[in-house]
C-alpha cells in the first residue's frame, strides 16, 4: 500500500528550508481542495491522504465523472499498513509532518537525501543543463550571481532581463527589469540574496508559446520520457494545462518548431538528466521550455530548458487527466504570494 499525498506548498517549502513550516494560506486552500489529485495515478491498493474525505470524494467525481474509495484522514494513517510513500514534491515539511502522523522514517527519503533533492532544484543546475543543451535552433542562458552589482552588470550588458530566485514557485520569485533596477527592485534582489544566497539573472526573451516535456527518473541514471505539457501562463504563473494527445500536442508545437529539435532535446535531456540524477533522485520531474520570436527576422527559437522542476507536475496531471476525460483543459490557480519567497 503506497499513501499519496498532494503538497502543493512544496515549492515554498523547499526555499524555506524547515521542517516546521507553515504554508501560506494558499497553499493550504489548494491541499484541501484539490487533494483528490493523487488519485489519478494511484493504484487500486492505495490510499490518498487529504484533509476531508467529502471534499476529496466531490472533487474528484467533478473532475473525472467516477468515484474513488480510497481517501484518508491524517487520523487513519498512523492505523495503515503503508509499505511505499509518493508525494507531490520532497522537502523537509512533508517528511516532519508525515512522521508526526506515524509514518515509519525508513518509508521516508532522509534530512540528507532531501539536501540533496534541494540542491539539485536550484536553478543553477538548470542553467547548467541548458549549456549543454545548445546548438542549431536553440536559444538561452543563464548566469548566477551573488550581488547587486552582479545583476547591474548583466542588466548593462542585456538591457532587459530576467531575475530568478534560486527556489521558487508557479511564477513567484521572478522579477522582470529593463533599463535600470529600480529600489524595489534592489530591495527585492537583496532580500533574495540574502535568504536564498544568489539569484539567477536571464535574457528577456520574446515568448510565444510556454511547454515543456515530463519525464521520470530511476535514480540509477535512466530517464523515461511520459509526454509533452502545453500550458498557460499569465505574468509567468501557471493557468492551466492543454489536455490533448501527444500528436495533437506535437502538431501545436511543431507550428514554430521542427519536430526533429524536438525529439534531438528529448533525448539529450535523458541522459544529461540521468547522469545528473543518478544516485541522487528517484521521481517525476519536468523541464519548462518555450517558443521565442527571433528578433528582427523570420522564425523561432527554442528554449529547452527554462526551469527543472524536481517534481509531480500539473503536465503530469494532464497526462493522466488525457486517457479518461473529454475535457481540452486543466488549470488550478496558484494565488501570487511573492513575500513568501
Same mark, same amino acid.
Request: proline content about 3%; glycine content about 10%.
Given at each position: 500500500?503506497?499513501?499519496?499525498?498532494?503538497?502543493?506548498?512544496?515549492?515554498?517549502?523547499?526555499?524555506?528550508?524547515?521542517?516546521?513550516?507553515?504554508?501560506?494560506?494558499?497553499?493550504?486552500?489548494?491541499?484541501?481542495?484539490?487533494?483528490?489529485?493523487?488519485a489519478l495515478?494511484?493504484?487500486?491498493?492505495?490510499v490518498?491522504?487529504?484533509?476531508?474525505?467529502?471534499?476529496?470524494?466531490? /472533487?474528484?467525481r467533478?473532475l473525472?465523472?467516477?468515484?474513488?474509495?480510497?481517501?484518508?484522514?491524517?487520523?487513519?494513517?498512523a492505523?495503515?499498513?503503508?509499505?511505499?510513500?509518493?508525494?507531490?514534491?520532497?522537502?523537509?515539511?512533508?517528511?516532519?509532518?508525515?512522521?508526526r502522523?506515524?509514518?515509519?522514517?525508513r518509508?521516508?527519503?532522509?534530512?540528507?537525501?532531501?539536501?540533496?533533492i534541494?540542491?539539485?532544484?536550484?536553478?543553477?543546475?538548470?542553467?547548467?543543463?541548458?549549456?549543454?543543451?545548445?546548438?542549431?535552433?536553440?536559444?538561452?542562458?543563464?548566469?548566477?550571481?551573488?550581488?547587486?552589482?552582479?545583476?547591474?552588470?548583466?542588466?548593462?550588458?542585456?538591457?532587459?532581463?530576467?531575475?530568478?530566485?534560486?527556489?521558487s514557485?508557479?511564477?513567484?520569485?521572478?522579477?522582470?527589469?529593463? +533599463?535600470?533596477?529600480?529600489?524595489?527592485?534592489?530591495?527585492?534582489?537583496?532580500?533574495?540574496?540574502?535568504?536564498? +544566497?544568489?539569484?539567477?539573472?536571464?535574457?528577456?526573451?520574446?515568448?510565444?508559446?510556454?511547454? /515543456?516535456?515530463e519525464?521520470?527518473?530511476?535514480?540509477?541514471?535512466?530517464?523515461?520520457?511520459?509526454g509533452?505539457?502545453?500550458?498557460?501562463?499569465?505574468?509567468?504563473?501557471?493557468? /492551466?494545462?492543454?489536455?490533448?494527445?501527444?500528436?495533437?500536442?506535437?502538431?501545436?508545437?511543431?507550428?514554430?518548431?521542427?519536430?526533429?529539435?524536438?525529439?534531438?532535446?528529448?533525448e539529450?535531456?535523458?541522459?544529461?538528466?540521468?547522469?545528473?540524477?543518478?544516485?541522487?533522485?528517484?521521481?517525476?520531474?519536468?523541464?519548462?521550455?518555450?517558443?521565442?520570436?527571433?528578433?528582427?527576422?523570420?522564425?523561432?527559437?527554442?528554449?529547452?530548458?527554462?526551469?527543472?522542476?524536481?517534481?509531480?507536475?500539473?503536465?503530469?496531471?494532464?497526462?493522466?487527466?488525457?486517457?479518461?476525460?473529454?475535457?481540452?483543459?486543466?488549470?488550478?490557480?496558484?494565488?501570487?504570494?511573492?513575500?513568501?519567497?
Amino acid at each position: 500500500m503506497t499513501l499519496h499525498v498532494f503538497n502543493p506548498e512544496h515549492d515554498l517549502a523547499l526555499a524555506a528550508n524547515l521542517s516546521n513550516f507553515t504554508s501560506p494560506r494558499a497553499g493550504r486552500l489548494l491541499r484541501r481542495e484539490h487533494g483528490y489529485l493523487p488519485a489519478l495515478w494511484a493504484t487500486a491498493d492505495d490510499v490518498v491522504l487529504v484533509e476531508d474525505v467529502a471534499t476529496a470524494e466531490k /472533487g474528484f467525481r467533478q473532475l473525472t465523472g467516477r468515484t474513488y474509495g480510497r481517501f484518508v484522514t491524517k487520523a487513519q494513517v498512523a492505523r495503515l499498513p503503508i509499505t511505499a510513500v509518493d508525494v507531490w514534491g520532497w522537502d523537509l515539511a512533508i517528511r516532519a509532518f508525515l512522521l508526526r502522523q506515524g509514518v515509519e522514517a525508513r518509508l521516508l527519503p532522509t534530512e540528507e537525501q532531501i539536501a540533496t533533492i534541494r540542491d539539485l532544484s536550484h536553478r543553477r543546475h538548470a542553467g547548467r543543463i541548458l549549456a549543454q543543451l545548445q546548438g542549431a535552433g536553440i536559444i538561452g542562458e543563464a548566469t548566477m550571481t551573488d550581488s547587486l552589482g552582479g545583476v547591474r552588470d548583466i542588466l548593462s550588458r542585456m538591457g532587459r532581463i530576467v531575475v530568478k530566485a534560486p527556489w521558487s514557485s508557479s511564477g513567484r520569485g521572478v522579477r522582470f527589469v529593463e +533599463g535600470a533596477l529600480t529600489p524595489a527592485d534592489e530591495g527585492w534582489v537583496r532580500n533574495i540574496i540574502a535568504r536564498q +544566497g544568489s539569484v539567477m539573472v536571464e535574457p528577456y526573451y520574446k515568448k510565444v508559446e510556454d511547454f /515543456g516535456m515530463e519525464f521520470v527518473s530511476d535514480g540509477e541514471g535512466r530517464v523515461t520520457y511520459l509526454g509533452l505539457s502545453v500550458f498557460e501562463t499569465s505574468n509567468g504563473a501557471y493557468t /492551466g494545462n492543454v489536455l490533448a494527445s501527444e500528436e495533437e500536442k506535437t502538431i501545436i508545437i511543431s507550428r514554430y518548431i521542427t519536430t526533429n529539435l524536438l525529439n534531438n532535446i528529448r533525448e539529450k535531456i535523458k541522459v544529461l538528466a540521468g547522469d545528473a540524477f543518478k544516485g541522487k533522485y528517484q521521481g517525476p520531474f519536468g523541464v519548462d521550455m518555450m517558443v521565442v520570436a527571433r528578433d528582427g527576422e523570420d522564425g523561432f527559437w527554442l528554449h529547452p530548458c527554462v526551469e527543472i522542476n524536481l517534481r509531480r507536475t500539473m503536465g503530469h496531471v494532464a497526462l493522466c487527466l488525457t486517457k479518461i476525460t473529454d475535457s481540452k483543459i486543466f488549470g488550478i490557480k496558484f494565488a501570487r504570494n511573492d513575500e513568501n519567497m
